[in-house]
Protein backbone atom coordinates (compact mmCIF):
# COMPACT_ATOMS: atom_id res chain seq x y z
CA UNK A 1 0.00 0.00 0.00
CA UNK A 2 3.12 2.65 1.39
CA UNK A 3 4.57 1.73 -2.04
CA UNK A 4 1.65 2.48 -4.16
CA UNK A 5 1.21 5.76 -2.78
CA UNK A 6 4.89 6.42 -3.40
CA UNK A 7 4.55 5.86 -6.74
CA UNK A 8 1.36 7.59 -6.97
CA UNK A 9 3.00 10.80 -5.73
CA UNK A 10 6.33 10.30 -7.62
CA UNK A 11 4.24 10.37 -10.98
CA UNK A 12 1.72 13.13 -10.05
CA UNK A 13 4.94 15.59 -9.07
CA UNK A 14 6.83 14.59 -12.52
CA UNK A 15 4.24 14.77 -14.82
CA UNK A 16 3.78 18.28 -13.12
CA UNK A 17 7.16 18.96 -13.32
CA UNK A 18 6.51 18.09 -16.97
CA UNK A 19 3.32 20.51 -17.70
CA UNK A 20 4.78 23.24 -15.91
CA UNK A 21 8.21 22.72 -18.22
CA UNK A 22 5.96 22.49 -21.17
CA UNK A 23 3.92 25.35 -20.20
CA UNK A 24 6.93 27.53 -19.69
CA UNK A 25 8.28 26.65 -22.92
CA UNK A 26 5.03 27.71 -24.50
CA UNK A 27 5.35 31.10 -23.00
CA UNK A 28 8.36 31.69 -24.22
CA UNK A 29 6.96 32.69 -27.14
CA UNK A 30 10.16 30.84 -29.32
CA UNK A 31 10.00 29.50 -32.79
CA UNK A 32 7.01 27.22 -33.06
CA UNK A 33 9.41 24.96 -34.54
CA UNK A 34 11.66 24.83 -31.54
CA UNK A 35 8.79 24.86 -28.91
CA UNK A 36 7.45 21.62 -31.09
CA UNK A 37 9.90 19.66 -31.18
CA UNK A 38 11.57 20.44 -27.61
CA UNK A 39 7.27 19.08 -26.48
CA UNK A 40 7.65 16.13 -28.29
CA UNK A 41 11.29 15.53 -26.71
CA UNK A 42 9.22 15.60 -23.11
CA UNK A 43 6.43 13.91 -23.60
CA UNK A 44 8.20 10.68 -25.73
CA UNK A 45 11.21 10.63 -23.40
CA UNK A 46 10.41 12.17 -20.58
CA UNK A 47 12.98 11.39 -18.45
CA UNK A 48 15.92 12.08 -20.79
CA UNK A 49 13.98 14.91 -22.33
CA UNK A 50 14.15 17.08 -18.84
CA UNK A 51 17.20 16.26 -18.72
CA UNK A 52 18.04 17.20 -21.73
CA UNK A 53 15.88 20.55 -21.85
CA UNK A 54 17.83 21.73 -18.42
CA UNK A 55 21.09 21.33 -20.02
CA UNK A 56 20.12 22.81 -23.55
CA UNK A 57 16.67 23.87 -23.68
CA UNK A 58 16.25 26.60 -21.23
CA UNK A 59 16.42 29.96 -23.01
CA UNK A 60 18.97 32.30 -21.32
CA UNK A 61 19.35 35.06 -23.59
CA UNK A 62 17.98 37.62 -21.27
CA UNK A 63 20.44 36.26 -18.66
CA UNK A 64 23.48 36.34 -20.63
CA UNK A 65 22.25 39.65 -23.31
CA UNK A 66 24.65 42.59 -22.95
CA UNK A 67 22.64 45.42 -21.81
CA UNK A 68 21.72 47.75 -24.96
CA UNK A 69 23.52 50.65 -22.84
CA UNK A 70 26.61 48.49 -22.27
CA UNK A 71 26.17 47.74 -26.00
CA UNK A 72 26.36 51.27 -26.64
CA UNK A 73 29.44 52.31 -24.98
CA UNK A 74 31.34 49.63 -26.60
CA UNK A 75 30.03 50.46 -30.12
CA UNK A 76 30.51 54.34 -29.62
CA UNK A 77 33.85 54.56 -28.76
CA UNK A 78 35.36 51.50 -31.11
CA UNK A 79 33.58 53.56 -34.12
CA UNK A 80 36.41 55.98 -35.00
CA UNK A 81 36.69 55.49 -38.40
CA UNK A 82 36.04 58.28 -41.07
CA UNK A 83 32.80 58.73 -42.11
CA UNK A 84 33.75 58.51 -45.70
CA UNK A 85 34.38 54.52 -44.92
CA UNK A 86 30.51 54.58 -43.49
CA UNK A 87 29.51 55.74 -46.79
CA UNK A 88 28.75 52.60 -49.30
CA UNK A 89 29.62 54.23 -52.72
CA UNK A 90 27.09 53.57 -55.64
CA UNK A 91 29.54 52.91 -58.15
CA UNK A 92 31.38 50.14 -56.19
CA UNK A 93 28.06 48.21 -55.20
CA UNK A 94 24.84 46.98 -57.70
CA UNK A 95 21.22 48.91 -56.76
CA UNK A 96 20.40 45.10 -55.19
CA UNK A 97 24.02 44.91 -53.43
CA UNK A 98 23.89 48.16 -51.74
CA UNK A 99 20.43 46.79 -49.96
CA UNK A 100 22.43 43.63 -48.61
CA UNK A 101 25.70 46.36 -47.56
CA UNK A 102 22.47 48.34 -46.14
CA UNK A 103 21.07 45.10 -44.55
CA UNK A 104 23.80 44.22 -42.60
CA UNK A 105 24.69 47.89 -41.21
CA UNK A 106 21.21 48.09 -39.63
CA UNK A 107 20.71 44.93 -38.95
CA UNK A 108 24.17 44.88 -36.78
CA UNK A 109 25.82 47.97 -37.25
CA UNK A 110 28.00 46.30 -39.92
CA UNK A 111 30.34 49.27 -41.27
CA UNK A 112 30.92 49.05 -45.06
CA UNK A 113 34.91 49.51 -44.95
CA UNK A 114 36.48 50.08 -48.77
CA UNK A 115 40.12 49.73 -49.93
CA UNK A 116 40.66 45.89 -48.45
CA UNK A 117 43.33 43.10 -49.24
CA UNK A 118 41.98 39.95 -48.87
CA UNK A 119 44.03 36.67 -48.94
CA UNK A 120 41.68 33.30 -49.24
CA UNK A 121 43.22 30.13 -47.45
CA UNK A 122 41.38 26.54 -48.41
CA UNK A 123 43.47 24.90 -45.63
CA UNK A 124 45.25 24.86 -42.39
CA UNK A 125 48.96 24.74 -43.51
CA UNK A 126 49.50 27.58 -45.45
CA UNK A 127 46.94 29.69 -43.32
CA UNK A 128 49.08 28.57 -40.19
CA UNK A 129 52.21 29.76 -42.02
CA UNK A 130 50.98 33.71 -42.57
CA UNK A 131 49.20 33.47 -38.85
CA UNK A 132 52.77 33.00 -37.52
CA UNK A 133 54.70 35.31 -39.99
CA UNK A 134 52.03 38.08 -38.68
CA UNK A 135 52.13 36.90 -35.00
CA UNK A 136 56.00 37.37 -35.27
CA UNK A 137 56.02 41.17 -36.23
CA UNK A 138 53.19 42.00 -33.61
CA UNK A 139 54.97 45.16 -31.92
CA UNK A 140 51.38 46.13 -29.71
CA UNK A 141 48.94 43.91 -28.98
CA UNK A 142 47.46 40.42 -30.31
CA UNK A 143 43.87 39.41 -29.93
CA UNK A 144 42.63 35.93 -30.03
CA UNK A 145 39.04 34.64 -30.06
CA UNK A 146 38.38 31.34 -31.04
CA UNK A 147 35.86 28.55 -30.57
CA UNK A 148 38.13 25.71 -30.00
CA UNK A 149 42.37 26.45 -29.13
CA UNK A 150 43.61 23.18 -27.75
CA UNK A 151 47.43 22.59 -26.78
CA UNK A 152 48.65 20.13 -29.51
CA UNK A 153 51.23 20.61 -31.82
CA UNK A 154 49.55 23.27 -33.68
CA UNK A 155 48.35 24.88 -30.71
CA UNK A 156 51.76 24.52 -28.59
CA UNK A 157 53.24 26.57 -31.64
CA UNK A 158 50.96 29.32 -30.93
CA UNK A 159 51.22 29.24 -27.42
CA UNK A 160 54.80 29.23 -27.25
CA UNK A 161 54.81 32.48 -29.70
CA UNK A 162 52.17 34.04 -27.58
CA UNK A 163 54.33 33.58 -24.32
CA UNK A 164 57.35 35.31 -26.63
CA UNK A 165 55.73 38.07 -27.45
CA UNK A 166 54.21 38.46 -24.27
CA UNK A 167 57.50 38.67 -22.87
CA UNK A 168 58.23 41.09 -25.64
CA UNK A 169 56.28 43.23 -23.86
CA UNK A 170 53.48 42.99 -26.63
CA UNK A 171 49.56 42.38 -24.92
CA UNK A 172 47.95 39.56 -25.09
CA UNK A 173 44.57 38.72 -24.71
CA UNK A 174 42.49 35.06 -25.60
CA UNK A 175 39.08 34.22 -25.50
CA UNK A 176 38.49 30.49 -25.99
CA UNK A 177 34.89 29.13 -25.66
CA UNK A 178 34.33 27.35 -22.36
CA UNK A 179 32.61 24.11 -24.32
CA UNK A 180 34.31 23.97 -27.24
CA UNK A 181 37.95 24.72 -25.71
CA UNK A 182 37.23 22.10 -22.94
CA UNK A 183 40.43 19.89 -23.74
CA UNK A 184 42.77 22.95 -22.74
CA UNK A 185 44.45 21.90 -19.68
CA UNK A 186 43.69 24.36 -17.09
CA UNK A 187 47.43 24.08 -16.33
CA UNK A 188 48.14 25.33 -19.66
CA UNK A 189 45.87 28.63 -18.98
CA UNK A 190 48.01 29.00 -16.22
CA UNK A 191 51.18 28.87 -18.03
CA UNK A 192 50.25 31.69 -20.51
CA UNK A 193 48.86 33.75 -17.30
CA UNK A 194 51.90 33.35 -15.70
CA UNK A 195 53.88 35.05 -18.77
CA UNK A 196 51.11 38.27 -18.74
CA UNK A 197 48.63 36.48 -21.39
CA UNK A 198 45.05 37.30 -20.06
CA UNK A 199 42.99 34.74 -21.08
CA UNK A 200 38.85 34.25 -20.65
CA UNK A 201 36.77 31.35 -20.86
CA UNK A 202 33.83 32.35 -22.61
CA UNK A 203 30.30 32.04 -20.65
CA UNK A 204 31.58 29.29 -17.89
CA UNK A 205 29.99 25.96 -17.61
CA UNK A 206 31.64 25.12 -14.50
CA UNK A 207 30.91 21.62 -12.73
CA UNK A 208 28.87 19.43 -13.74
CA UNK A 209 30.04 19.96 -17.43
CA UNK A 210 26.50 20.23 -18.55
CA UNK A 211 24.33 23.53 -17.62
CA UNK A 212 22.43 25.63 -19.24
CA UNK A 213 24.70 27.68 -20.58
CA UNK A 214 26.10 25.07 -22.90
CA UNK A 215 23.67 25.81 -25.31
CA UNK A 216 24.76 29.41 -26.10
CA UNK A 217 28.66 29.06 -27.43
CA UNK A 218 31.02 31.21 -28.96
CA UNK A 219 31.69 29.85 -32.36
CA UNK A 220 33.95 32.44 -33.33
CA UNK A 221 37.14 32.30 -34.94
CA UNK A 222 39.03 35.90 -34.73
CA UNK A 223 42.95 36.86 -34.47
CA UNK A 224 43.49 40.53 -34.79
CA UNK A 225 47.58 41.96 -35.01
CA UNK A 226 48.29 45.21 -33.99
CA UNK A 227 44.87 46.03 -35.44
CA UNK A 228 45.91 46.29 -38.69
CA UNK A 229 46.11 42.50 -39.82
CA UNK A 230 43.05 39.99 -39.08
CA UNK A 231 41.92 36.63 -39.65
CA UNK A 232 38.15 35.20 -39.91
CA UNK A 233 36.84 32.24 -41.05
CA UNK A 234 35.96 28.31 -40.00
CA UNK A 235 39.12 27.19 -38.94
CA UNK A 236 40.08 26.58 -35.31
CA UNK A 237 43.67 26.10 -33.51
CA UNK A 238 44.11 22.25 -33.46
CA UNK A 239 45.97 19.62 -35.43
CA UNK A 240 42.50 18.16 -37.35
CA UNK A 241 42.84 21.59 -39.54
CA UNK A 242 46.18 20.79 -40.68
CA UNK A 243 46.74 16.86 -40.53
CA UNK A 244 42.94 16.22 -41.38
CA UNK A 245 40.88 13.13 -40.02
CA UNK A 246 41.49 9.18 -39.54
CA UNK A 247 39.36 8.60 -42.79
CA UNK A 248 40.20 12.16 -45.08
CA UNK A 249 41.81 15.71 -45.09
CA UNK A 250 39.78 18.22 -43.51
CA UNK A 251 38.96 20.74 -46.19
CA UNK A 252 38.17 24.52 -44.74
CA UNK A 253 37.85 28.43 -45.65
CA UNK A 254 39.57 31.46 -44.17
CA UNK A 255 40.58 34.76 -44.87
CA UNK A 256 43.65 37.33 -43.97
CA UNK A 257 42.00 40.64 -43.74
CA UNK A 258 44.60 43.72 -44.54
CA UNK A 259 42.89 47.74 -44.41
CA UNK A 260 40.29 49.50 -42.78
CA UNK A 261 38.06 46.49 -42.27
CA UNK A 262 40.02 44.53 -39.54
CA UNK A 263 38.75 47.27 -37.16
CA UNK A 264 34.95 45.97 -37.70
CA UNK A 265 36.97 42.41 -36.44
CA UNK A 266 38.69 44.88 -33.77
CA UNK A 267 34.87 46.23 -32.51
CA UNK A 268 33.67 42.43 -32.42
CA UNK A 269 36.53 41.00 -30.30
CA UNK A 270 36.32 43.83 -28.21
CA UNK A 271 32.60 43.45 -27.46
CA UNK A 272 33.32 40.47 -26.65
CA UNK A 273 36.01 40.99 -24.33
CA UNK A 274 33.54 43.27 -22.62
CA UNK A 275 31.58 40.46 -22.18
CA UNK A 276 33.41 38.32 -20.73
CA UNK A 277 35.74 40.54 -18.49
CA UNK A 278 33.41 43.97 -17.96
CA UNK A 279 36.50 45.97 -18.78
CA UNK A 280 35.53 48.42 -22.03
CA UNK A 281 38.84 48.98 -23.95
CA UNK A 282 38.55 51.96 -26.35
CA UNK A 283 41.63 53.35 -27.07
CA UNK A 284 42.27 54.84 -30.41
CA UNK A 285 45.56 52.45 -30.25
CA UNK A 286 43.39 49.67 -30.90
CA UNK A 287 41.98 51.29 -34.20
CA UNK A 288 45.14 52.89 -36.28
CA UNK A 289 44.24 54.98 -38.84
CA UNK A 290 44.30 52.21 -41.92
CA UNK A 291 45.82 52.95 -45.77
CA UNK A 292 43.30 51.47 -48.53
CA UNK A 293 45.78 48.25 -49.24
CA UNK A 294 43.30 46.79 -51.75
CA UNK A 295 40.00 46.74 -53.78
CA UNK A 296 37.57 44.93 -51.43
CA UNK A 297 34.63 46.48 -50.08
CA UNK A 298 34.05 44.38 -46.39
CA UNK A 299 31.58 44.52 -43.42
CA UNK A 300 31.80 41.93 -40.75
CA UNK A 301 28.89 40.58 -39.77
CA UNK A 302 28.00 39.31 -36.74
CA UNK A 303 24.86 37.39 -34.95
CA UNK A 304 24.44 35.61 -31.47
CA UNK A 305 22.21 35.96 -27.99
CA UNK A 306 23.60 40.03 -27.66
CA UNK A 307 21.98 41.34 -31.05
CA UNK A 308 18.29 41.95 -31.74
CA UNK A 309 17.83 40.34 -35.23
CA UNK A 310 19.63 36.85 -36.28
CA UNK A 311 21.43 39.39 -38.64
CA UNK A 312 23.69 36.16 -40.93
CA UNK A 313 19.97 34.95 -41.61
CA UNK A 314 18.56 37.79 -42.57
CA UNK A 315 22.15 38.25 -44.96
CA UNK A 316 21.95 35.19 -46.18
CA UNK A 317 18.40 35.11 -47.34
CA UNK A 318 18.26 38.94 -48.91
CA UNK A 319 21.57 37.54 -51.11
CA UNK A 320 19.90 34.28 -51.75
CA UNK A 321 16.85 35.70 -53.17
CA UNK A 322 18.55 38.75 -55.23
CA UNK A 323 20.81 36.10 -57.02
CA UNK A 324 20.09 36.45 -60.40
CA UNK A 325 23.04 33.32 -61.97
CA UNK A 326 23.81 31.42 -59.36
CA UNK A 327 24.21 30.61 -55.59
CA UNK A 328 27.12 28.19 -54.53
CA UNK A 329 27.25 26.94 -51.26
CA UNK A 330 29.52 25.11 -48.79
CA UNK A 331 28.25 23.97 -45.81
CA UNK A 332 29.75 20.99 -42.86
CA UNK A 333 25.67 21.30 -41.24
CA UNK A 334 22.17 21.48 -43.54
CA UNK A 335 19.59 22.38 -40.68
CA UNK A 336 18.29 25.63 -42.44
CA UNK A 337 15.53 27.45 -40.76
CA UNK A 338 12.19 27.96 -43.06
CA UNK A 339 12.74 31.12 -44.46
CA UNK A 340 16.35 30.07 -46.16
CA UNK A 341 14.92 26.29 -47.37
CA UNK A 342 12.03 29.49 -49.13
CA UNK A 343 14.78 31.76 -50.20
CA UNK A 344 16.77 28.37 -51.75
CA UNK A 345 13.50 26.86 -53.01
CA UNK A 346 12.49 30.57 -54.76
CA UNK A 347 15.96 31.08 -56.23
CA UNK A 348 16.37 28.01 -58.07
CA UNK A 349 12.28 27.54 -59.02
CA UNK A 350 13.55 30.99 -60.80
CA UNK A 351 15.84 30.04 -62.86
CA UNK A 352 18.87 30.52 -60.53
CA UNK A 353 22.12 27.98 -60.38
CA UNK A 354 21.65 27.09 -56.89
CA UNK A 355 24.85 24.46 -55.84
CA UNK A 356 25.18 23.24 -52.15
CA UNK A 357 28.41 20.84 -51.12
CA UNK A 358 27.63 18.99 -47.79
CA UNK A 359 30.28 16.61 -46.82
CA UNK A 360 29.90 12.37 -47.14
CA UNK A 361 31.27 12.04 -43.93
CA UNK A 362 30.70 14.34 -40.51
CA UNK A 363 32.25 14.83 -36.97
CA UNK A 364 28.48 14.49 -35.89
CA UNK A 365 26.10 11.84 -37.18
CA UNK A 366 22.95 12.46 -35.99
CA UNK A 367 23.42 16.31 -37.59
CA UNK A 368 24.40 15.02 -40.88
CA UNK A 369 21.70 12.56 -40.78
CA UNK A 370 18.77 14.75 -39.72
CA UNK A 371 20.31 17.18 -42.77
CA UNK A 372 19.22 14.19 -45.29
CA UNK A 373 15.86 15.15 -44.59
CA UNK A 374 16.17 18.60 -45.92
CA UNK A 375 17.63 17.09 -49.17
CA UNK A 376 14.42 15.41 -50.88
CA UNK A 377 12.54 19.25 -50.63
CA UNK A 378 15.71 21.04 -52.21
CA UNK A 379 15.85 18.75 -55.06
CA UNK A 380 12.48 19.14 -55.70
CA UNK A 381 13.00 22.54 -56.70
CA UNK A 382 15.99 22.05 -58.53
CA UNK A 383 18.59 22.91 -55.64
CA UNK A 384 21.80 20.49 -57.05
CA UNK A 385 23.18 19.23 -54.12
CA UNK A 386 26.51 17.27 -53.94
CA UNK A 387 28.65 14.78 -51.22
CA UNK A 388 32.09 15.90 -50.77
CA UNK A 389 34.24 12.42 -50.80
CA UNK A 390 38.13 13.03 -49.85
CA UNK A 391 36.90 14.09 -46.25
CA UNK A 392 35.27 16.15 -44.10
CA UNK A 393 34.31 19.59 -45.41
CA UNK A 394 33.73 22.09 -42.78
CA UNK A 395 33.91 25.16 -44.71
CA UNK A 396 31.18 27.50 -44.68
CA UNK A 397 31.02 30.16 -47.51
CA UNK A 398 28.31 31.72 -50.11
CA UNK A 399 29.57 32.75 -53.50
CA UNK A 400 26.92 34.68 -55.60
CA UNK A 401 27.01 35.71 -59.49
CA UNK A 402 30.66 36.83 -59.42
CA UNK A 403 29.89 39.56 -57.68
CA UNK A 404 30.08 38.89 -53.81
CA UNK A 405 30.89 36.06 -51.15
CA UNK A 406 31.14 35.33 -47.65
CA UNK A 407 33.26 33.51 -45.44
CA UNK A 408 33.07 32.84 -41.72
CA UNK A 409 31.64 30.65 -38.92
CA UNK A 410 28.63 30.24 -39.68
CA UNK A 411 27.05 27.24 -39.91
CA UNK A 412 23.45 27.03 -42.23
CA UNK A 413 21.96 25.52 -39.08
CA UNK A 414 19.33 26.60 -36.18
CA UNK A 415 22.51 26.78 -33.80
CA UNK A 416 24.42 29.35 -35.86
CA UNK A 417 21.60 31.55 -36.83
CA UNK A 418 20.00 31.34 -33.55
CA UNK A 419 21.97 30.72 -30.76
CA UNK A 420 25.63 30.60 -31.50
CA UNK A 421 27.93 34.26 -31.55
CA UNK A 422 28.91 33.73 -35.04
CA UNK A 423 30.98 36.32 -37.54
CA UNK A 424 31.64 36.48 -41.38
CA UNK A 425 33.47 38.67 -43.89
CA UNK A 426 30.85 39.95 -46.20
CA UNK A 427 33.08 40.48 -49.13
CA UNK A 428 32.03 42.59 -52.54
CA UNK A 429 34.81 42.27 -55.09
CA UNK A 430 34.15 40.68 -58.62
CA UNK A 431 37.88 39.35 -59.02
CA UNK A 432 38.07 37.39 -55.30
CA UNK A 433 34.65 36.55 -56.24
CA UNK A 434 35.52 34.59 -59.25
CA UNK A 435 38.38 33.17 -57.87
CA UNK A 436 36.16 31.52 -54.85
CA UNK A 437 33.91 30.35 -57.73
CA UNK A 438 36.95 28.60 -59.19
CA UNK A 439 37.36 27.08 -55.63
CA UNK A 440 34.09 25.46 -55.46
CA UNK A 441 33.98 24.01 -58.86
CA UNK A 442 37.32 22.51 -57.69
CA UNK A 443 36.00 21.17 -55.07
CA UNK A 444 32.74 20.39 -56.99
CA UNK A 445 34.91 17.91 -59.26
CA UNK A 446 35.87 15.79 -55.86
CA UNK A 447 32.36 15.55 -55.17
CA UNK A 448 29.16 13.09 -56.63
CA UNK A 449 26.21 14.90 -57.35
CA UNK A 450 22.63 14.11 -55.97
CA UNK A 451 20.26 12.18 -58.16
CA UNK A 452 16.74 13.28 -57.28
CA UNK A 453 14.75 9.89 -57.90
CA UNK A 454 17.48 7.76 -56.51
CA UNK A 455 17.65 9.75 -53.42
CA UNK A 456 13.71 9.58 -53.40
CA UNK A 457 14.02 5.54 -53.59
CA UNK A 458 15.96 4.95 -51.17
CA UNK A 459 14.73 2.57 -48.24
CA UNK A 460 11.77 3.47 -46.20
CA UNK A 461 13.76 2.80 -43.12
CA UNK A 462 16.65 5.04 -44.22
CA UNK A 463 14.10 7.96 -44.90
CA UNK A 464 12.04 7.31 -41.48
CA UNK A 465 15.57 7.47 -39.55
CA UNK A 466 16.33 10.74 -41.07
CA UNK A 467 13.03 12.35 -40.75
CA UNK A 468 13.23 11.24 -36.75
CA UNK A 469 16.33 12.86 -36.52
CA UNK A 470 15.16 16.03 -38.35
CA UNK A 471 12.12 16.25 -35.13
CA UNK A 472 15.46 17.00 -33.23
CA UNK A 473 17.29 19.41 -36.04
CA UNK A 474 15.95 22.91 -34.37
CA UNK A 475 17.94 21.79 -31.09
CA UNK A 476 21.25 20.06 -32.60
Known amino acids: MLWEITSAIIIIVYAYTILTTIILLLMENRNPVKSIAWIVVLILVPIIGFVFYLFFGKNIRRQIVLSRRSLYKVKRNSIITSSDIEQISSDILSPEQKNIATLARNSCDALAYEGNKINIYTNG ?29 IGRKVI ?87 WGKWRDTHVRIEGPAVHGLQKTFLTDWYFVSRELISNAVFYPELQKSGNSLVQIITSGPNTLFHSVMQVYFMA ?40 TRSDAKITLTSSYSYMGEMLRAGVKMYFYQPGFLHSKTIVIDDKMFTVGSTNMDFRSFEQNFEINALI ?49
Not at 342 to 353: I, K
Not at 431 to 453: C, G, H, P, Q, T
Open 320 to 359: IVQAREYVYIQTPYFLPTDSIITALQTAALGGVDVRIILP
Open 428 to 476: FDPELAVKMKRIFKRDLADSIRVNARTWKERPVKERLRESIARLFSPLL
Open 160 to 246: NLLIRKAKEGVLVRVIIDDVGSWQMPKSTIREMQSYGIVVMSFLRVGLPFLSSKVNYRNHRKILIVDGKVGFTGGINIADRYIKGLE
Open 125 to 153: TTLFEDIFADLEKAKHHIHLDYYIFLDDE
